[in-house]
């Protein structure tokens, strides 16, 4: 399968985070730390590393500070403008089908934010990740679990991928570890929400 863009892309989930991209990345939102361990624990030390979707740039930060070679991205300029302000460092912006790189990265962090791409779209944007990667590379993403895509209250548009959903989607590129983990969390919205934790390690 080949790196292709998405076309419909929801134009709600971007205003919202246009809107509320101040109160989104100030809010208390520590690193998540025991996630960034086991990520990084699979990454060479020093290892180039980046980061979709980064939000207010915690994770980020984090990362920096334990001295990788962090690209930090995010769709949203509004986002990645709070994000400069926390890293003093420039914040790309980056749409996911814009990526272009051909086994640049160590590691690809892509926590809470692939859940917005349209389903029928998260096959080509994998496809773009898995080409940045290099052989060995670690990817790691996020999503919130369902079973049928759909908006919050908020008016996200968020995929809701099933496991086997998941599995089917990432089966299609080669990959020589893949594991999904469960786990019960929060979310902006403040409620319980059941998420899905993705890693893979790309084939050599």
Known sequence: MTCNGMADRDSRTLN?????AEAYTSRERPAELAVLERFLALVPAGGAILELGCGGGQDSETMIAAGYDVTPTDGSPEIALQAEKRLGRPVAVLRFEDLNEDARYDGVF?????????????????ACIHKALKPGGIFFASFKAGTREGHDAFGRYFNYPSEDWLRSTYGAFEWQAFNI???????????????????AVKGQ
Do not use: Q, S
Not at 16 to 20: G, K, P, R, T
Not at 113 to 122: M, S
């Open 16 to 20: 919202f985070y246009a809107a509320e």
């Open 110 to 126: 892509a926590h809470a934010c692939l859940l917005h791409v349209p389903r029928a779209g998260l096959p080509g944007i994998i």
């Open 181 to 199: 983990e469960a786990k019960v969390g929060g979310g902006y919205d403040g409620k319980p929400t059941d998420w899905l934790h993705v890693t």
